[in-house]
């Protein structure tokens, strides 16, 4: 093999700074541009040593075409010598069952089947071959539907994954550059009859969006790089400087000052609550996810925000704090916890509530309330209430009058199917002549109204991970 690399070609092990032994898995579909990065990447692997894999996903998704895809890359591993790993997946089952679309599951597949390669065989780098039109139609895609600065930076040539780095050799390269050098080289590749189909959106700017721009202005391709990297840079600068204002602050890891935040501008307040979650374990956050927490620093009032996976952010107008369900359970509601009934939001971080009581106006409709998510919840309606009206933790002994009998509470918890852990947290709404209201199980004779037109209380628990049916 001594034709020389493409001058648009870069060396995965040069994109992310390894040794040049270091092994690279190729993410191989048979289509053109990975059948040209599978010869450029056997030159350089026979130039420098270091092994090469391959892996082939076939989706189930086009029949027999996916099948004819699969035994041509079969043959190029046994042409060049390399070993070939190949998953089955029913793509269109999984993406009915996840509810997302078929693209972005067959993309699930492939990431997460390339993760499991690379740490069952020790393979740091996983090399896909991405290129200058794929990047354009990202940036043009996350532009129509609202992105960020990095939304707008585009495909990274190089980015941490698995524990090593995903490297994109033909980033530099048109899709015009590519079957080009495969005519030259008469490299022979499979076609994807669903990159015809015009009912994905990607195809739609491929066919009817490129061609424009290309009438614009010359290899619009290579322009979007070059913006691309420029807004790379200006957003790592950006997420380096929230890094620091991030590390200034002295806080318990779970909790972020509202003073210190509101302190930032908007750009970095913005960055350091992505990388405060992060460092937290908190993924996937959408733009809705991050314009609820912002809110929540501006409001300075006591509310929550919900996140992906039913994990919750709760403010007490000093501090965010993160509810991570899946961490640890809330345990019981210390003895000494006893909270004033005030109009309004209240949240008691130790026993895992939150309250809110609202006046109800004439008509019966509730005045100000918050649109929330539920877990475990639940409201009560009522004319007047008592000053002394507070909550707090459940005693050994106490007692509700229902139906002109003094009842044991822990009896009727007993009896209303409330699991131990649950049972620890709930607090119980008194006055200075006892309990009121002891929730999920009911309140003191003469209290409660179905037709209130006063005030409507609600309590709400976050979750920690138990199952609760109320009764």
């Given at each position: 093999?001594?034709?020389?690399?493409?001058?648009?070609?870069?060396?995965?092990?040069?994109?992310?700074?390894?040794?040049?032994?270091?092994?690279?898995?190729?993410?191989?579909?048979?289509?053109?541009?990975?059948?040209?990065?599978?010869?450029?990447?056997?030159?350089?692997?026979?130039?420098?040593?270091?092994?090469?894999?391959?892996?082939?996903?076939?989706?189930?998704?086009?029949?027999?075409?996916?099948?004819?895809?699969?035994?041509?890359?079969?043959?190029?591993?046994?042409?060049?010598?390399?070993?070939?790993?190949?998953?089955?997946?029913?793509?269109?089952?999984?993406?009915?069952?996840?509810?997302?679309?078929?693209?972005?599951?067959?993309?699930?597949?492939?990431?997460?089947?390339?993760?499991?390669?690379?740490?069952?065989?020790?393979?740091?780098?996983?090399?896909?071959?991405?290129?200058?039109?794929?990047?354009?139609?990202?940036?043009?895609?996350?532009?129509?539907?609202?992105?960020?600065?990095?939304?707008?930076?585009?495909?990274?040539?190089?980015?941490?994954?698995?524990?090593?780095?995903?490297?994109?050799?033909?980033?530099?390269?048109?899709?015009?550059?590519?079957?080009?050098?495969?005519?030259?080289?008469?490299?022979?590749?499979?076609?994807?009859?669903?990159?015809?189909?015009?009912?994905?959106?990607?195809?739609?700017?491929?066919?009817?969006?490129?061609?424009?721009?290309?009438?614009?202005?010359?290899?619009?391709?290579?322009?979007?790089?070059?913006?691309?990297a420029l807004l790379r840079?200006?957003?790592?600068?950006?997420?380096?400087?929230?890094?620091?204002?991030?590390?200034?602050?002295?806080?318990?890891?779970?909790?972020?000052?509202?003073?210190?935040?509101?302190?930032?501008?908007?750009?970095?307040?913005?960055?350091?609550?992505?990388?405060?979650?992060?460092?937290?374990?908190?993924?996937?956050?959408?733009?809705?996810?991050?314009?609820?927490?912002?809110?929540?620093?501006?409001?300075?009032?006591?509310?929550?925000?919900?996140?992906?996976?039913?994990?919750?952010?709760?403010?007490?107008?000093?501090?965010?704090?993160?509810?991570?369900?899946?961490?640890?359970h809330y345990g019981a509601?210390?003895?000494?916890?006893?909270?004033?009934?005030?109009?309004?939001?209240?949240?008691?971080?130790?026993?895992?509530?939150?309250?809110?009581?609202?006046?109800?106006?004439?008509?019966?409709?509730?005045?100000?309330?918050?649109?929330?998510?539920?877990?475990?919840?639940?409201?009560?309606?009522?004319?007047?209430?008592?000053?002394?009206?507070?909550?707090?933790?459940?005693?050994?002994?106490?007692?509700?009058?229902?139906?002109?009998i003094h009842r044991k509470?822990?009896?009727?918890?007993?009896?209303?199917?409330?699991?131990?852990?649950?049972?620890?947290?709930?607090?119980?709404?008194?006055?200075?002549?006892?309990?009121?209201?002891?929730?999920?199980?009911?309140?003191?004779?003469?209290?409660?109204?179905?037709?209130?037109?006063?005030?409507?209380?609600?309590?709400?628990?976050?979750?920690?991970?138990?199952?609760?049916?109320?009764?």
């Amino acid at each position: 093999m001594n034709v020389s690399l493409p001058a648009d070609f870069s060396s995965p092990h040069a994109l992310a700074s390894f040794p040049a032994d270091t092994p690279v898995l190729l993410a191989l579909s048979g289509g053109a541009d990975s059948r040209l990065l599978l010869e450029l990447l056997a030159r350089d692997a026979d130039k420098h040593g270091y092994a090469l894999y391959l892996a082939h996903v076939n989706h189930g998704i086009r029949g027999d075409e996916a099948a004819r895809d699969e035994q041509f890359c079969r043959t190029l591993a046994a042409t060049y010598g390399c070993t070939l790993f190949v998953l089955h997946a029913d793509v269109p089952a999984l993406a009915e069952q996840r509810g997302e679309s078929l693209e972005l599951t067959a993309r699930h597949v492939r990431y997460e089947y390339f993760s499991s390669l690379m740490h069952e065989h020790g393979i740091p780098l996983l090399a896909t071959a991405h290129h200058a039109d794929d990047n354009l139609e990202t940036v043009l895609l996350r532009l129509s539907r609202g992105t960020s600065t990095a939304g707008l930076a585009g495909i990274a040539p190089v980015r941490p994954f698995a524990g090593g780095c995903l490297v994109r050799p033909l980033l530099q390269m048109t899709r015009a550059d590519i079957i080009s050098l495969c005519d030259c080289m008469e490299l022979s590749y499979m076609t994807d009859s669903t990159n015809a189909d015009d009912t994905f959106a990607r195809n739609r700017i491929r066919h009817g969006v490129t061609p424009v721009l290309e009438q614009v202005a010359h290899l619009p391709q290579r322009q979007a790089l070059r913006s691309c990297a420029l807004l790379r840079e200006d957003d790592e600068l950006l997420y380096q400087l929230a890094q620091t204002a991030l590390d200034a602050l002295t806080c318990e890891p779970q909790a972020l000052s509202l003073t210190a935040l509101r302190e930032q501008p908007l750009p970095l307040r913005r960055r350091m609550l992505l990388l405060w979650l992060r460092q937290n374990g908190v993924e996937a956050v959408e733009q809705c996810h991050l314009d609820a927490l912002l809110h929540l620093v501006e409001s300075n009032r006591q509310a929550y925000a919900d996140l992906p996976k039913s994990r919750r952010i709760g403010a007490d107008g000093h501090s965010l704090r993160l509810i991570m369900p899946d961490a640890a359970h809330y345990g019981a509601l210390p003895p000494d916890v006893q909270l004033p009934l005030t109009l309004g939001e209240q949240i008691c971080h130790s026993g895992g509530f939150r309250t809110e009581l609202r006046q109800i106006d004439p008509q019966g409709a509730v005045k100000q309330q918050n649109v929330y998510k539920p877990f475990i919840h639940e409201t009560i309606t009522f004319d007047t209430i008592d000053a002394t009206a507070h909550w707090r933790a459940r005693r050994e002994g106490d007692v509700l009058l229902m139906g002109g009998i003094h009842r044991k509470i822990r009896k009727l918890q007993n009896a209303a199917h409330i699991p131990a852990a649950l049972r620890a947290r709930i607090p119980l709404l008194c006055d200075s002549h006892g309990v009121l209201w002891a929730p999920f199980v009911g309140t003191r004779d003469g209290f409660s109204r179905g037709d209130a037109d006063g005030f409507c209380l609600t309590l709400e628990f976050f979750p920690d991970g138990e199952n609760f049916d109320g009764r």
